[in-house]
Every structure is written in C-alpha cells, then in structure tokens.
C-alpha cells in the first residue's frame, strides 16, 4: 500500500510516528456525526506500532471540528427525537440508549441506589432512559458546551450538569457511561484517566463506540478521531487503568460495548502490538464504500433512486450523490413525513413502484431490512457484501483477534 506524510504527528495512544494519511482517504466526501454531508480531503492513519485506526489530528482537523460541533444538533432528523433501534429476532424497535441498558444489566450489575455521570449526554437520551430503568440513582451530564444545559437539568432524577473541562468534574460516582463519546476525544487515554480518578471503589465505566469493521461508514465520519476495533479499545482502556470485564460486538450491531473496572492491581496497561490486519480492513472497507457510490450511480442512471436511512450512511450517500438521490426512506416513524438535505422521507410502503431504492448497511443489517419488507422486495437493492467474502485482496488470510470478554 502507498502511504505519504503530510503531517508530523504521532499516534494519539502510544505517541509512535508520524502516523502517516492514507492517499485515496482524501478522496471520499465525508459526513458528520450528527449526520450532515461533509467536504472531502480528510485524513486517516493506521498506527504501525498499535494497529489503532485515527484521524490525523493537525490543524486542519481541528478547525473543522470546531465547525461542526458549533453546528452540532443531534437527531435533526426527527425533530431531536431519540434513534430508535429494531431487533432483527422481533423487529421491534426501542430507543437505542434504552435497548443498550436493558443488554448490559446483567454485566453491570447495578444496585438500587447509585450515582450516574454520563459524558457526552447530548440532549439527554441515555438519561432519560437510565433514569427510567434506575429510579432511585442521581443522575449528573457532562458536555462540552451548555447548549442542553436547561433540558439536562429539567431531567427526571439529574442532580448535576457540567460543561468545560472533563477533569475538573468533582463528586464521585458508581457509574460513567460514554456513548458514543469516546471516538470523538483526541486524547482518549487522558481523558479515560480523568474519569477513572471520578469512580467510587467497585465503580464501573460503560463505553460503546461505532465498530468500523462491521460498519465501515464509520471511517468516514470526520469529527471521529479515533475508529476503533476490540482489541485497540481494550489497549486504550487498559493504557488509562481500566480493566475490561466485558465486551460485545452483537448486543448492538455495529457497535463495539464495553463495560470496564479499575484494575484491583491499581496498574496502567503497555500498548499491545497491532491485533491483527488493520491496515487490510480499512482497504477493504473503502473499496466497499466506493463500489457502493458506483452501485447507487448506475441506479440513479436507470430511474429515481432513493436511499433507505436518514443517519450517517445516508447523510454520506446524499452527500456524494447529490440531485441524484429522488428521496429517502426510513422505518422510524419519527421521521416519516420530514425532509432530509432537502428530500422527502417516505415510509417503507410508500416507495413508487418504479423507483430502486438502496439499501446502504452492511450485510446482516440490509439482508433484515429486505426481510422485514419482503413485499417490496424487488424495490429495494442491497449492497455488495459486508464483510468481503475470504479472497478480497485486501483481507489478509489471517483469524481475527479474539474478542477479549
Ligand atoms: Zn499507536
């Protein structure tokens, strides 16, 4: 693979380097987390040393953050109304944060009375759903800004908010949740640390981050400063004290969840050796964007395409695609009857009957939608297949890490 240098900066776990950008990355029109297009000209970088995928954090990376979270509205699409997630045995679809805590209670554990921080709370969905499930904890939100403050505060059981700096939050607490947090704090180790030195004796840490080799849309998300596996996540954690008693890449497809304890032995973690094939996934995984952009092209060139999903595969595709995309659809009825970039959102039955419709998601997830929505079947295209078949050039012929529990 042909790598350039276009910046001196080092790894933002293990400081090895320069990481060095991959060329044909730049290339890819990107999206932003709260699902909005995005420009091109992006960076990524594969650690030589760890194996950890990341952004290459230079100027240029940061100014675009800051752009993006000064513009940051979560859940535009409905209206700020909380993703809802189907499971693929019943189809039955519950906010996401909500179906997270039922999965993870078991792992947890939690007592009848505690005291919650959630870093990175948005508008407050995972409070809303905690303290729905655990009455009688007291609940603090952490953001980096005070946008929410008034509806975070106005919150069922929420004792505290606090914005600014993570490591100058007091008080301690049984639990710390980061969903969807961590991938966006260029100094994860550090910022673990911070919140390690918050947690009561026996407290624990639940992380849940996107899990590119499962969905490789993530790699294109451009505030993501790190893109993690199993492996790079559990490095990060033990790097900050954290030890990991338990992990899952299924309880929600395409995200990696993690909950995590102080080590009894009080010791920091070294940085494991890359876990695997990384670079080989990553290549893998853009040849699978781009032939995805080549697939809706020849559809859109045939008759009115629309895209299924309003959220970051969506947001990419209409992005790159622009006037070529006709309409979107989705199955959350939160966001049936809105727009989005300008489109109508239509629901599943109301697809004309000549239109195509693509159907972005990786393998597992596409082939449930399809099933859930036989009747339209001839309507709806799936991509090619994620993840590759063994033989992509690209995937070298090697078992995947073990998934550490
Ligand atoms: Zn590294």
């Known amino acids: 693979m042909t790598t350039e240098t276009r910046d001196v900066?080092?790894?933002?776990?293990?400081?090895?380097?320069?990481?060095?950008?991959?060329?044909?990355?730049?290339?890819?029109?990107?999206?932003?987390?709260?699902?909005?297009?995005?420009?091109?000209?992006?960076?990524?970088?594969?650690?030589?040393?760890?194996?950890?995928?990341?952004?290459?954090?230079?100027?240029?990376?940061?100014?675009?953050?800051?752009?993006?979270?000064?513009?940051?509205?979560?859940?535009?699409?409905?209206?700020?109304?909380?993703?809802?997630?189907?499971?693929?045995?019943?189809?039955?679809?519950?906010?996401?944060?909500?179906?997270?805590?039922?999965?993870?209670?078991?792992?947890?554990?939690?007592?009848?009375?505690?005291?919650?921080?959630?870093?990175?709370?948005?508008?407050?969905?995972?409070?809303?759903?905690?303290?729905?499930?655990?009455?009688?904890?007291?609940?603090?939100?952490?953001?980096?800004?005070?946008?929410?403050?008034?509806?975070?505060?106005?919150?069922?059981g929420v004792t505290r908010f606090h914005s600014g700096d993570l490591a100058a939050i007091d008080g301690s607490f049984d639990l710390v949740t980061l969903l969807h947090a961590l991938e966006h704090f260029p100094d994860p180790v550090g910022q673990l640390r911070s919140i390690r030195s918050r947690l009561a004796p026996g407290g624990r840490i639940l992380v849940q981050v996107p899990d590119h080799a499962h969905n490789p849309f993530d790699l294109v998300i451009a505030d993501h400063c790190v893109h993690f596996s199993p492996a790079t996540l559990a490095t990060v954690m033990g790097r900050a004290g954290v030890g990991v008693t338990f992990q899952s890449r299924d309880l929600i497809p395409r995200e990696i969840t993690l909950v995590g304890q102080v080590r009894p032995d009080g010791q920091e973690g070294t940085v494991a050796p890359p876990d695997g094939p990384a670079a080989g996934t990553v290549t893998a995984a853009l040849d699978w964007l781009a032939e995805i952009l080549g697939q809706a092209r020849a559809l859109a060139a045939r008759g009115p395409l629309g895209i299924f999903g309003t959220s970051i595969a969506g947001a990419w595709l209409g992005g790159e695609l622009e006037a070529s995309v006709a309409f979107f659809v989705d199955e959350d009825p939160d966001r049936v009857g809105r727009r989005f970039l300008g489109r109508e959102i239509l629901a599943p039955a109301a697809i004309p009957a000549d239109a195509r419709v693509l159907v972005p998601f990786p393998g597992p997830t596409a082939g449930a939608i399809a099933a859930r929505h036989g009747a339209l079947a001839p309507r709806l295209v799936l991509p090619p297949a994620w993840p590759p078949a063994a033989g992509h050039p690209h995937i070298p012929q090697e078992e995947p890490p073990p998934c550490e529990r």
């Open 9 to 156: 900066v080092g790894c933002l776990v293990c400081g090895a380097g320069p990481v060095a950008a991959l060329p044909r990355y730049a290339r890819f029109r990107r999206v932003t987390s709260d699902c909005r297009p995005w420009y091109k000209d992006g960076k990524i970088a594969i650690c030589g040393a760890c194996g950890l995928v990341q952004a290459v954090i230079d100027r240029g990376f940061e100014d675009e953050a800051r752009r993006i979270y000064d513009a940051y509205e979560v859940y535009h699409q409905s209206g700020g109304q909380e993703q809802r997630t189907f499971s693929s045995a019943d189809g039955i679809s519950s906010p996401r944060s909500e179906r997270l805590l039922r999965g993870v209670q078991q792992a947890l554990g939690l007592p009848e009375r505690g005291r919650l921080l959630d870093v990175g709370c948005g508008n407050g969905n995972l409070l809303r759903s905690f303290g729905r499930l655990h009455p009688g904890w007291t609940l603090a939100g952490f953001e980096y800004d005070q946008r929410h403050r008034a509806t975070i505060e106005g919150l069922p």
